[in-house]
């Protein structure tokens, strides 16, 4: 089992940056969980951003943050980041952390493991 905690959410205007960070309680990188981070605005569906494998590998879904979202890791920290950048109203949503293990990276229902959430509201 793993828990996680992400921090770093809040309120910026459109163009702005924020680093979300999602500390984990025991090590990723050299394990067989891959750590990804998802949001879902009001209404809407939870989507995928971006994952990173056992070793660090990258992996970035399709839409709505490729290019602009970049995830990293610090492996001594046992924390994985997503850093935002350009944001727009339209990235307003709950970020979540998940992990995960023994399934399909790509499928948020083979993440075992959820963080509560870190609320990210962008203005115009």
């Known amino acids: 089992q793993i828990q996680l905690e992400e921090s770093g959410g809040g309120s910026v205007q459109t163009g702005g940056s924020l680093r979300l960070s999602c500390v984990a309680s025991?090590?990723?990188?050299?394990?067989?969980?891959?750590v990804g981070w998802f949001r879902q605005a009001p209404g809407k569906e939870r989507k995928g951003l971006a994952t990173?494998?056992?070793?660090?590998?990258?992996?970035y879904w399709s839409a709505p943050g490729k290019g602009r979202f970049t995830i990293s890791q610090d492996v001594g920290a046992k924390t994985v980041y997503l850093q935002l950048t350009a944001l727009e109203p339209e990235d307003t949503a709950v970020y979540y952390c998940?992990?995960?293990?023994?399934?399909?990276?790509?499928?948020?229902?083979?993440?075992?493991?959820w963080g509560q959430g870190t609320q990210v509201t962008v203005s115009s």
């Open positions: 990173i494998t056992p070793r660090g590998g990258l992996n």
């Open positions: 998940a992990a995960g293990s023994g399934g399909n990276l790509w499928s948020a229902s083979d993440y075992q493991y």
């Open positions: 025991k090590d990723t990188y050299n394990s067989d969980y891959y």
